[in-house]
Every structure is written in structure tokens, then in C-alpha cells.
């Protein structure tokens, strides 16, 4: 008997922000969505940067997101978030630091303990 293999038309990833406090009140889902795409713009164009990107949760308090991406475009996305070190808001910049804690292509299996490697 064959298991039926998923369609895998998105990723999610578990991402954790790390910045300062001068953005604590600038902080909200519209500016982190912007953070997001100019680092991808940033790496990779314009194009890659017009892709869709849905942030699912936002926790400010822990400086948590979960995020949904399309497929075709999740490499691009988790190799500009890695590499982004710095964002500019304005004629600011600040830095700004994305880890990501946890990804894959079931939204269920974030909720799962993390596997750390040592």
C-alpha cells in the first residue's frame, strides 16, 4: 500500500526577533511583514521580494512570529532572514536580527518540542 504524499504548497517557519528597544513601540505585524520583505529585496530583487507572506501569530512580548510562506520561494525567504543583520526604517537603521527556531511544511508540527543539536 502507498501513503498518500502531502502537497506541500507552503512552509512555516517559528522565527524570533532580536532588536533593540528603540523599536519596543514601532514594533507591529505591518512594520515586521516590511522588515521581512526588505531583507528579502535586499538579497534577492524586487521579484523575489513581491512574493506572498502571511504572518499567522505575533507575540511582542517574546519576540516570536509564526510565518507562512509559498514553497517556491522558501529558500530565498529563510536565506535572507538568516543573512539580514540590520533593517532601515526611514533614514534609521537599526539592527535587527532574525533566528529561526523551527520550519516546515506542517503548521501542526511547530507545536512539537524543538530538536536542539549540540
Known sequence: MKMKELDCSHWYLDIEMDYGSDLDLLMAVDILKFFMLSA???MFGEVAASSTLDIL???EEE???IVRVPSENYAKFRAALTMCSAVRLDKDVFPF???IKQASSCLLSLTG???IIT
Do not use: E, L, W, Y
Open 40 to 42: 528579502v529585496k535586499t
Open 57 to 59: 501569530k505575533f507575540d
Open 63 to 65: 519576540r516570536r512570529a
Open 97 to 99: 536580527i532574525f533566528t
Open 113 to 115: 518540542p524543538q530538536r
